[in-house]
């Protein structure tokens, strides 16, 4: 089992940086792919961004050079950094751990809105 609680997540004006958080807890971290997802009113739940244990970064197209992935084992933690927000960044941002054999795991998820 792990416990996954994201934080961070807030109104920011376009253009601006949000910096997300998510804590793990219950299992081993370091084994675990971790990513963060993001779903809009209406819409499905799209990939943004994910890192593999050994620290392999994947992003979606519509946050490359925008979007930071990374971790830190240490703390048990998986950070998104996002810059340059848009309006079509709002949503809500989830976190989710992987591990083939061990399955997948979901945080609450964290509410981002940019406007003006």
């Known amino acids: 089992q792990v416990q996954l609680v994201e934080s961070g997540g807030g109104l920011v004006q376009p253009g601006g940086s949000l910096r997300l958080s998510c804590a793990a807890s219950?299992?081993?971290?370091?084994?675990?792919?971790m990513g963060w997802y993001r779903q809009a009113p209406g819409k499905q739940r799209d990939m943004v961004a994910v890192?593999?244990?050994?620290?392999?970064?994947n992003y979606a197209d519509s946050v490359k050079g925008r979007f930071t992935i990374s971790r830190d084992n240490a703390k048990n933690t998986v950070y998104l950094q996002m810059n340059s927000l848009k309006p079509e960044d709002t949503a809500v941002y989830y976190c989710?751990?992987?591990?083939?054999?061990?399955?997948?795991?979901w945080g609450q998820g964290t509410q981002v809105t940019v406007s003006s």
């Open positions: 890192i593999s244990s050994g620290g392999n970064t």
């Open positions: 219950g299992s081993i971290f370091s084994i675990y792919a």
């Open positions: 989710n751990a992987h591990q083939v054999y061990r399955g997948d795991y």
